[in-house]
């Protein structure tokens, strides 16, 4: 059991919350109340940025001390939205929003993971049709291997779980969500996610 710290109660952030707690681990989900993300993120040994991208890395850099030593699993995607509320460009070109979280919070150990795919499926892989991939990116191997923990608690089987290396290899997947818009637009809003094959 891990004691867990979800910052952000929307659909990504509370669907994250029922399945975690279902696999046997402690959560805690932060409300918006005053000083309820720095209580929640002390006293966990991980905290997940499920909050809207665009204001995360404000967010998360206020929570400095409380995120000292601790896995923060970033994801969130900081995209610029177009009317229809579907993202049209990334906020941050260049270092990613990973890269620049982990650059601000040097104690704190930045993975990146779950931002390639529908939310519904961050919990659910299995009801796809076919084997989706889920990507990793930071800097501390054991970090990752404890977020690959979770995965599998989540439902991601081994194989499916692909460690791309460092937190500068969240730039190609946080680029991946400028391909959502389309394959919605294309395919309608149903589940789906990035599958790599050989």
């Known amino acids: 059991m891990t004691k867990i710290s979800i910052l952000g109660s929307g659909r990504v952030g509370g669907g994250l919350a029922t399945a975690l707690k279902r ?28 909050t809207p991208g665009e204001g995360s890395l404000e967010r998360l850099v206020a929570l400095r001390e409380e995120l ?5 699993v970033d994801v969130s995607n900081a995209t610029v939205d177009g009317p229809d509320g579907l993202p049209v460009d990334l906020l941050h070109h260049g270092p990613s929003l990973a890269e620049q979280l982990q ?12 931002n390639t795919m529908l939310y519904s499926v961050m ?3 299995a009801t796809l049709s076919q ?12 970090a990752k291997e404890i977020v690959r923990g979770l995965l599998v608690d989540l439902g991601w089987r081994e194989e499916w779980i692909t ?10 997947t946080e680029a991946a969500v400028l391909f959502v818009p389309h394959v919605i637009r294309a395919r309608g809003f149903a589940p789906f996610a990035i599958s790599v094959v050989s």
């Not at 402690?26 to 040994?45: E, F, L």
């Not at 000292?68 to 923060?72: P, Q």
């Not at 084997?131 to 054991?142: C, I, K, W, Y």
């Open 23 to 50: 696999a046997g681990h402690d959560v805690i989900v932060a409300d918006r109340s005053p000083g309820a993300a720095a209580d929640a993120a002390r006293s966990a040994r991980v905290v997940i940025n499920a």
């Open 163 to 172: 460690d791309l290396g460092g937190v500068e290899t969240a730039r190609a």
């Open 68 to 72: 000292r030593g601790k896995i923060l």
């Open 103 to 114: 650059r601000a919070l040097p104690d704190t150990h930045v993975v990146k993971t779950l």
């Open 123 to 125: 919990t659910a892989p």
């Open 131 to 142: 084997p989706a991939t889920v990507f990793l990116s930071g800097e501390d191997r054991a």
